[in-house]
């Protein structure tokens, strides 16, 4: 059975984040209302991912001398999506080892395309729910009904970086004991900081640019910041 984490629990709306605490501090004359959202593709009835049919395929690339260089068997997708398309998502942006099993709750591989999904979908939401941008707990899981919806019905698709990182560590624990990650903007301080952990704050641009002197020093100091930035799957 494919297991998927819930997200945070509704009481959490009742405790603004942090974001919304510095909103209405600078228009504390202005009441809180917190973003609305109403259901246009999902219906409330039924979860996303079961308004669909599924299937179970062997996700198989070679290359020209027909070589098999990627495979993984029974991979849960929607019935509907392309060979194509099964390929990509899973030789692309499923995430785990093959060898350590089908959990990637135990260090394994993802190997359905709802697990995929939901990772990205419920880590963005709850980050939402987090910071306190959502009327209502109502609200939030409309925005993670509607938002599962488009992807899994192929409607719209995130950039590589946000398949490969978002939700990594905070649906499977990824990176929590692993060395800093890569910059990101600390709202508290106003200063950009080291991540004391790797996927906790994910990389999920796809596309730097970057500046350089002319000096062998910053030439140096590139380098390294390009290796960190393709580390996590994006370019410059």
């Known amino acids: 059975m494919i297991q998927l984490k819930p997200g945070i629990p ?20 202005k009441p809180k209302s917190g973003l609305h959202f109403e259901r246009v593709f999902s219906d409330a009835a039924v979860r996303p991912f079961d308004q669909i049919e599924w299937e179970h395929r062997t996700a198989e690339i070679t290359d020209d ?7 993984q068997e029974n991979v849960e997708v929607p019935k509907n999506w392309s060979a194509l398309a099964t390929k990509i998502a899973v030789s692309k942006y499923f995430y785990g080892d093959i060898a350590h099993g089908p959990d990637p709750y135990k260090g394994g591989r993802e190997s359905s395309v709802r ?58 624990g990824v990176g929590k004991n692993a060395g800093a990650g890569n910059y990101f903007y600390n709202r508290e301080t106003g200063k950009a900081e080291r991540a004391r952990t790797q996927y906790e704050y994910p990389q999920g641009s796809a596309c730097f640019i970057q500046d350089v002197d002319d000096t ?8 390294m910041s390009e290796a960190m930035l393709f580390k996590y799957g994006s370019g410059t």
């Not at 209405?24 to 004359?29: E, G, L």
Request: charged share 20%; hydrophobic share 40%; glycine share 6%.
């Open 10 to 29: 509704p009481s959490a709306l009742n405790k603004p984040g942090k974001a919304a605490d510095r909103r209405q501090s600078r228009s504390a004359k």
């Open 65 to 71: 001398s027909g070589q098999i260089i990627f495979k």
């Open 115 to 172: 697990q995929l999904i939901h990772r990205v979908t419920r880590t963005i939401t709850d980050w939402g729910i987090a910071d306190g941008y959502f009327a209502d707990a109502e609200t939030a899981e409309i925005f993670y009904d509607e938002l599962t919806w488009l992807c899994l019905n192929q409607h719209g698709a995130f950039n590589s970086p946000v398949w490969f990182n978002v939700g990594l560590y905070h649906q499977y």
């Open 216 to 223: 062998m020093e910053d030439i140096m100091r590139l380098a």
